[in-house]
């Protein structure tokens, strides 16, 4: 049998308007089609973040409900809700709406990063006091956090959080490079990461913006899996804009060219050893 893949697609993410790239989901309706078109392209998750009516972050659990609720009668694919949506200072709501929609799985993020492509730059806040209540929420609730690692310090910060006995393995990491501010996405950085995670982890890696090529084959290459999508690319190639079905086709072929298979939904629960 061939080796699994699981190819997570980030749909809409956080900052790139509609009006500069028309084809970001950004509606329920919007995000719940492009979801099902990256499932036929190859993809077991997506990693949701909610727009408003004017297009800004919005944390509401209405929209994310609505959104998973669609995506539900169209397949079974993994949905992932973030758990920061850019809006920093609303700890109470992060918990609250996902504590409601008590996922299989969400975006957990333990450290706070000074983002600098900002204008201004800010501060993505992740206090030590919230991150303990996150903590408790997903043991609580048995929600598997998927650990998003911006840079080499914040496995530290997991390592501490694992002693305490907040946080139990198996983990799951999503390594999110080339964010300024964060760990510059080169092929020898991804290999440094990959060697510093607890042993019997799973990890997923992807790379911001023209970035996104070489570390979806390095990922491939070391025996991870991969993230792609709009949220973190708004171009295919020099020139070409992306929609996410491009990007998720793409990394399935790329994982077929290494002899490997795309994961479905199912075998991606099982890899990462998640409820349904």
């Given at each position: 049998?061939?080796?699994?893949?699981?190819?997570?697609?980030?749909?809409?993410?956080?900052?790139?308007?509609?009006?500069?790239?028309?084809?970001?989901?950004?509606?329920?309706?919007?995000?719940?089609?492009?979801?099902?078109?990256?499932?036929?392209?190859?993809?077991?998750?997506?990693?949701?973040?909610?727009?408003?009516?004017?297009?800004?972050?919005?944390?509401?659990?209405?929209?994310?409900?609505?959104?998973?609720?669609?995506?539900?009668?169209?397949?079974?694919?993994?949905?992932?809700?973030?758990?920061?949506?850019?809006?920093?200072?609303?700890?109470?709501?992060?918990?609250?709406?996902?504590?409601?929609?008590?996922?299989?799985?969400?975006?957990?993020?333990?450290?706070?990063?000074?983002?600098?492509?900002?204008?201004?730059?800010?501060?993505?806040?992740?206090?030590?006091?919230?991150?303990?209540?996150?903590?408790?929420?997903?043991?609580?609730?048995?929600?598997?956090?998927?650990?998003?690692?911006?840079?080499?310090?914040?496995?530290?910060?997991?390592?501490?959080?694992?002693?305490?006995?907040?946080?139990?393995?198996?983990?799951?990491?999503?390594?999110?490079?080339?964010?300024?501010?964060?760990?510059?996405?080169?092929?020898?950085?991804?290999?440094?990461?990959?060697?510093?995670?607890?042993?019997?982890?799973?990890?997923?890696?992807?790379?911001?913006?023209?970035?996104?090529?070489?570390?979806?084959?390095?990922?491939?290459?070391?025996?991870?899996?991969?993230r792609v999508g709009m949220e973190d690319t708004n171009f295919y190639s020099k020139g070409i804009p992306a929609t996410n079905e491009l990007l998720v086709a793409r990394a399935a072929r790329v994982i077929r060219e290494f002899d490997c298979e795309p994961a479905t939904p199912d075998e991606a629960r099982e890899i990462l050893r998640i409820r349904k």
């Amino acid at each position: 049998m061939k080796e699994k893949r699981i190819i997570t697609a980030a749909l809409t993410g956080a900052m790139t308007p509609k009006a500069k790239c028309p084809a970001v989901p950004v509606t329920p309706e919007e995000i719940a089609e492009d979801a099902y078109r990256c499932y036929k392209a190859g993809a077991a998750m997506v990693h949701l973040h909610m727009r408003d009516e004017n297009d800004q972050p919005s944390n509401d659990y209405a929209l994310f409900e609505k959104t998973i609720r669609l995506i539900r009668e169209k397949c079974d694919i993994i949905c992932q809700p973030t758990s920061t949506g850019k809006i920093f200072d609303d700890y109470d709501v992060r918990l609250d709406y996902i504590s409601k929609l008590n996922p299989e799985i969400c975006s957990y993020d333990s450290s706070s990063l000074n983002w600098m492509s900002g204008n201004p730059p800010y501060i993505m806040a992740f206090p030590p006091s919230y991150v303990s209540k996150q903590n408790a929420l997903m043991l609580r609730q048995n929600i598997k956090p998927e650990i998003e690692i911006f840079d080499i310090g914040d496995l530290g910060v997991i390592d501490y959080y694992t002693k305490k006995g907040e946080l139990k393995p198996p983990f799951h990491f999503q390594l999110v490079m080339g964010v300024p501010g964060g760990i510059p996405a080169t092929v020898e950085n991804l290999v440094i990461l990959k060697n510093r995670l607890p042993e019997n982890c799973t990890w997923s890696a992807t790379g911001i913006s023209k970035n996104h090529l070489p570390i979806m084959y390095a990922a491939i290459a070391l025996g991870g899996h991969v993230r792609v999508g709009m949220e973190d690319t708004n171009f295919y190639s020099k020139g070409i804009p992306a929609t996410n079905e491009l990007l998720v086709a793409r990394a399935a072929r790329v994982i077929r060219e290494f002899d490997c298979e795309p994961a479905t939904p199912d075998e991606a629960r099982e890899i990462l050893r998640i409820r349904k």
